[in-house]
């Protein structure tokens, strides 16, 4: 079952002579539980595409459907509703709260829906990510890679239909970076949780399930491992 079904997608950025095609007509899908590794160049593109697959950008035209739902059909509101819910987006820095502390940047997505907090789902993924004696600390008493676990905690802890990460290990060490893949990887074998990650390191696409190669705004690869 297609989880995520990307339909003539297409971003444009200025008018006339100075237009770009930032996203340019692009149609690809993935199924429920793929792990998916979107790999460019910089400026290929590949951060706008994330940024319209998680409806924090509108398109210029196309449709992204999440779980056969019409993302862009949604008014804002609603959006924003749909993208706590469903969608758990891993930043390249973090984006943690710093007056909330692991616990609390972990569950906030929960708290901004007023929607009780699974202690087992918690306590499991605190175990999982190795923050089980870090529940109580803030962010700048954390490593960056301990704080990088936080965001996926986060991002894990709704049990959303699309995980989406851009370049998660880019502000890390390569030791932290390939703890973070393998628990990305983890998360996708063990909660069967769909993937898609952004990245410039072959290495880490290597790992995936699938890389799509985007250049120009456009897929010119789209290979399994």
């Known amino acids: 079952m297609a ?4 339909k003539n997608l297409s971003k444009v950025y200025g008018k006339g002579n100075n237009q ?6 692009v149609n690809f899908s993935v199924e429920e539980g793929e792990f998916v590794a979107i790999v460019g160049a910089s400026g ?5 595409l994330l940024h319209l697959l998680g409806g924090v950008d509108r398109p210029s035209s196309g449709k992204v459907l999440i779980d056969d739902k019409d993302i862009y059909e949604l008014s804002d509101d609603a959006l924003a509703i749909f993208r706590r819910r469903q969608i758990g ?9 710093p007056i909330l502390d692991v616990k609390e940047n972990i569950t906030l997505p929960c708290d901004l829906d007023n929607k009780p907090v699974s202690k087992k789902r918690l306590n499991e993924l605190l175990n999982t990510l190795g923050l089980e004696n870090r ?16 965001s996926i905690g986060r991002a894990l802890i709704n049990d959303p239909a699309l995980i989406l990460a851009d370049e998660p290990t880019g502000n890390l060490d390569s030791k ?21 990650i952004i990245t410039h390191d ?24």
């Open 89 to 97: 987006i891993i930043y390249q820095f973090y984006n943690l709260i």
């Open 176 to 196: 932290a970076g390939e703890e973070i893949v393998a628990l990305l990887k983890l998360s996708n074998q063990k909660y069967h949780q769909t993937i898609v």
């Open 20 to 25: 770009v095609h930032a996203v340019d007509n």
């Open 44 to 48: 290929s593109g590949k951060s706008t």
């Open 3 to 6: 989880i995520l079904e990307v």
């Open 135 to 150: 529940t109580t600390h803030l962010p700048n008493q954390l490593s960056g890679g301990q704080q990088q676990r936080v």
């Open 202 to 225: 072959l290495e880490i696409a290597s790992q995936a399930d699938r890389v799509i190669t985007f250049e120009d705004g456009k897929i010119i690869k789209d290979e399994r491992m």
